[in-house]
């Protein structure tokens, strides 16, 4: 068994290589990844030297690389973690977003047609059903919630959903699709909330919350994200789309208190600063079918999850702070500076 995994590099990927790989010695694990700002080589060095796995530098874009990569390894299976991943830089750069979300899915696609595959496994978003009211807490996105974007991240996401589902219908090819909630836990990218809140926290800055801070997302622990997909892999059905989330509803602001409180700095800490442009008020997965059929449930509770990824983030200070001393403080700079 041959898996490709794009975007591995990345925070989710990374995270279901070191799953597959310790849970599946014998299968042979080829991560193909940009390397873009948010792939991170030194993120895959505990498994690089493993003889299971091989990293390759390469753009979903690329045909001819894509091509040649499915002619060297034959995959059996891939899964495409490959992505812009941040809503913040698709409002102040839509298209680079248009092409690897929904192009360079094209392409896997393709390659997966002419050299044949047993799954092509399309990780994707709640954010694809847009957002739901404060106020009926009682509703919640299934996998018949229609499609109905706020962001140009989610509308790529959208976008490549439907090719995808698309590809399996006109050319049978044998798709699944996963829709999870927003994902925590180490390796993190710290441009989105929690890393950025733990990073700014143990650096004593401002911790900039967005409005009120009221606005609500689904977290959900990296390894039940990465269990659920293993799960699909293997006994999903084809042509189906499945929702990941695991009923933890959190507002933003409680999310940088507990952080606060965690790290023993002071809430005077929090920035109200300017909201984000369309920002989605609430997210809330109902994962009734991948627990009916899959029988798969969240294994991690918020307050264990969050207590390891404060740890991770406390013990691997390098890791991080090689990124924010980068290009990232131009980023921090056009994204926070006067807002
Ligand atoms: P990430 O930004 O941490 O990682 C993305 C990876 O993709 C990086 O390693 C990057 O180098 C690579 N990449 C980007 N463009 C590429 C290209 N053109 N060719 C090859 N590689 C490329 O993202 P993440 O948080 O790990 O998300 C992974 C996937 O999961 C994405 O598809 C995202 O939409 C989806 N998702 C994320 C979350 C979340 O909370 N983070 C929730 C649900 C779904
Ligand atoms: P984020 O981690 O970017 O994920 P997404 O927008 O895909 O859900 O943001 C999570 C929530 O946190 C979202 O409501 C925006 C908010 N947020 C802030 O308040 N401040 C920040 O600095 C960031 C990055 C996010």
Same mark, same amino acid.
């Given at each position: 068994?041959?898996?490709?995994?794009?975007?591995?590099?990345?925070?989710?990927?990374?995270?279901?290589?070191?799953?597959?790989?310790?849970?599946?010695?014998?299968?042979? $694990?080829?991560?193909?990844?940009?390397?873009?700002?948010?792939?991170?080589?030194?993120?895959?060095?505990?498994?690089?030297? !493993?003889?299971?796995?091989?990293?390759?530098? =390469?753009? $979903?874009?690329?045909?001819?690389?894509?091509?040649?990569?499915?002619?060297?390894?034959?995959?059996?299976?891939?899964? !495409?973690?490959?992505?812009? &991943?941040?809503?913040?830089? &698709?409002?102040?750069?839509?298209?680079?977003?248009?092409?690897?979300?929904?192009?360079? +899915?094209?392409?896997?696609?393709?390659?997966?047609?002419?050299?044949?595959?047993?799954?092509?496994?399309?990780?994707?978003?709640?954010?694809?059903?847009?957002?739901?009211?404060?106020?009926?807490?009682? =509703?919640?996105?299934?996998?018949?919630?229609?499609?109905?974007?706020?962001?140009?991240?989610?509308?790529?996401?959208?976008?490549?959903?439907? =090719? #995808?589902?698309?590809?399996?219908?006109?050319?049978?090819?044998? #798709?699944?699709?996963?829709?999870?909630?927003?994902?925590?836990?180490?390796?993190? @990218?710290?441009?989105?909330? $929690?890393? %950025?809140?733990?990073?700014?926290?143990?650096?004593?800055?401002?911790?900039?919350?967005?409005?009120?801070?009221?606005?609500?997302?689904?977290?959900?622990?990296?390894?039940?994200?990465?269990?659920?997909?293993?799960?699909?892999?293997?006994?999903?059905?084809?042509?189906?789309?499945?929702?990941?989330?695991?009923?933890?509803?959190?507002?933003?602001?409680?999310?940088?208190?507990?952080?606060?409180?965690?790290?023993?700095?002071?809430?005077? =800490?929090?920035?109200?600063? +300017?909201?984000?442009?369309?920002?989605?008020?609430?997210?809330?997965?109902?994962?009734?079918?991948?627990?009916?059929? %899959?029988?798969?449930?969240?294994?991690?509770? @918020?307050?264990?999850?969050?207590?390891?990824?404060?740890?991770?983030? %406390?013990?691997?200070?390098?890791?991080?702070?090689?990124?924010?001393?980068?290009?990232?403080?131009?980023?921090?700079?056009?994204?926070?500076?006067?807002?």
């Amino acid at each position: 068994m041959t898996i490709l995994v794009t975007g591995g590099a990345g925070f989710i990927g990374s995270n279901f290589i070191f799953h597959m790989l310790a849970k599946y010695p014998d299968y042979r $694990i080829v991560c193909l990844d940009k390397l873009t700002y948010a792939g991170n080589l030194s993120t895959l060095a505990s498994v690089m030297d !493993n003889p299971s796995f091989r990293f390759v530098k =390469l753009d $979903i874009c690329d045909r001819q690389g894509v091509y040649r990569l499915f002619e060297e390894e034959h995959p059996n299976m891939v899964v !495409n973690f490959a992505a812009e &991943s941040h809503v913040d830089r &698709s409002i102040e750069n839509p298209e680079v977003f248009l092409q690897t979300n929904i192009l360079g +899915t094209q392409v896997l696609m393709d390659a997966c047609r002419k050299y044949g595959i047993d799954r092509f496994h399309q990780v994707s978003t709640d954010e694809v059903y847009g957002d739901l009211p404060l106020d009926q807490p009682d =509703l919640f996105f299934t996998e018949d919630t229609p499609i109905h974007t706020s962001s140009p991240y989610s509308a790529s996401k959208a976008g490549a959903d439907l =090719l #995808v589902l698309a590809y399996h219908r006109t050319f049978g090819l044998p #798709v699944t699709i996963s829709r999870c909630s927003n994902n925590y836990g180490p390796y993190q @990218f710290p441009e989105k909330l $929690i890393p %950025l809140m733990i990073a700014n926290a143990l650096n004593d800055k401002p911790l900039p919350v967005y409005g009120q801070g009221l606005n609500v997302r689904d977290w959900l622990y990296v390894e039940d994200h990465c269990i659920a997909i293993d799960l699909i892999l293997h006994r999903g059905r084809v042509g189906q789309v499945y929702n990941i989330g695991g009923h933890n509803e959190m507002r933003n602001i409680d999310i940088v208190k507990i952080i606060c409180a965690a790290l023993g700095k002071s809430e005077s =800490l929090i920035t109200h600063v +300017t909201d984000r442009k369309g920002h989605d008020m609430r997210y809330a997965i109902d994962p009734a079918k991948i627990h009916n059929q %899959l029988g798969w449930l969240p294994e991690t509770k @918020f307050a264990d999850g969050i207590r390891k990824t404060i740890r991770w983030y %406390l013990d691997n200070r390098e890791w991080w702070e090689e990124i924010i001393s980068g290009e990232y403080r131009n980023y921090y700079e056009r994204m926070y500076g006067g807002r």
